[in-house]
T-cell receptor
């Protein structure tokens, strides 16, 4: 598609429930990233996928968080047993391969606003 | 480990005045550097980026930034701000993989 698409745009869930957030990257973008932005805060890196390489999961805050990506397409971020501190906007971004000196694009989706009540 | 520091949480300037937003980074090699803007209720928009070459980078909306290796800085500047520039500004650093964002500087514009 023309941009990075995230769904749902808003999600309200009860504490303890599991949620799945979806990201459709730009076609041809081999890299995909998930970030979390709590209210009034900066972007916190969660996880990074690059092609068929093992994902960089160094930013996942706990084992309740996991993410998968099918090839170079859709990614799903799953949060199990949600807690109130998980309330945030979850942003996905995709990019073409990073190469110095070449055209480069790192495009964000509009995010999913997750509210845990 | 890579990191980004934006020392000013809030900045207030008068419309028409000049602006400088500070950004310091830590990175083991020559970094990629970015500035993004996020308006209220909006997504992130890339203002400018530095990969290599000329250390003074021009971006959209009249913004520029200067990469100073000796100071590990990439400060954002604009000679004359407009009320529409009120937003949150994020500096980011990365290499050939992920990029890491600073905590942001919220810019307020006085009429």
């Amino acid at each position: 598609g023309a941009g990075v698409s995230q769904s749902p745009s808003n999600k309200v869930t009860e504490k303890g429930k599991d949620v799945e957030l979806r990201c459709d990257p730009i076609s041809g973008h081999t890299a995909l990233y998930w970030y979390r932005q709590r209210l009034g805060q900066g972007l916190e890196f969660l996880i990074y996928f690059q092609g068929n390489s093992a994902p960089d999961k160094s930013g996942l805050p706990s084992d309740r968080f996991s993410a998968e990506r099918t090839g170079e397409s859709v990614s799903t971020l799953t949060i199990q047993r949600t807690q109130q501190e998980d309330s945030a906007v979850y942003l996905c971004a995709s990019s073409s391969p990073l190469r110095r000196g070449r055209a480069w694009g790192y495009t964000f989706g509009s995010g999913t606003r997750l509210t845990v009540v | 480990a890579q990191s980004v520091t934006q020392p000013d949480i809030h900045i207030t300037v008068s419309e028409g005045a000049s602006l400088e937003l500070r950004c310091n980074y830590s990175y083991g090699a020559t970094p990629y550097l970015f500035w993004y803007v996020q308006s209220p209720g909006q997504g992130l928009q890339l203002l400018l980026k530095y990969f290599s070459g000329d250390t003074l980078v021009q971006g959209i909306k009249g913004f520029e930034a200067e990469f100073k290796r000796s100071q590990s800085s990439f400060n954002l500047r604009k000679p004359s701000v407009h009320w529409s520039d009120a937003a949150e500004y994020f500096c980011a650093v990365g290499g050939d993989d992920k990029i890491i964002f600073g905590k942001g500087t919220r810019l307020h514009i006085l009429p």
